[in-house]
């Protein structure tokens, strides 16, 4: 079983909704933070957002509210739900986990375990 997995990806018109999911091992899900990133052709991978062990998350100024990280820790899995979306909001999607201190959270080198991504596509 791979370390991380994420589902959940697809299309969807501006102003839908998604909600994409990463299972993950017990020991990964463990981490300190637990993020998803982003990465759009052409352009540099980018945090989304972040969750802590203790529940605390953060988010990238331009989710504006949009987006929900949660975790279920009966499931190990954790959680990116979307509404709002945009075009701009078209990207690859991974999760992260295996935080290394020393950075803040959407710092792409403190993570140690990525999942393979999932596509995202928003049509206007």
């Known amino acids: 079983q791979p370390a991380l997995e994420e589902s959940g990806g697809g299309s969807v018109e501006a102003g839908g909704s998604l909600t994409l999911s990463c299972a993950a091992s017990?020991?990964?899900?463990?981490?300190?933070?637990m993020a998803w990133f982003r990465q759009a052709p052409g352009k540099e991978r980018e945090g989304v957002g972040a969750i802590t062990r203790d529940d605390v998350t953060n988010y990238a100024d331009f989710v504006e509210g949009r987006f929900t990280i949660s975790r279920d820790s009966a499931t190990s899995t954790l959680f990116l739900h979307m509404n709002s979306l945009k075009p701009e909001d078209t990207a690859t999607y991974y999760c992260?986990?295996?935080?290394?201190?020393?950075?803040?959270?959407?710092?792409?080198?403190?993570?140690?375990?990525w999942g393979q991504g999932t596509q995202v596509t928003v049509s206007s």
């Open positions: 017990r020991n990964t899900f463990n981490s300190l933070y």
């Open positions: 992260a986990a295996g935080f290394v201190h020393g950075g803040p959270w959407s710092t792409s080198g403190r993570y140690m375990n």
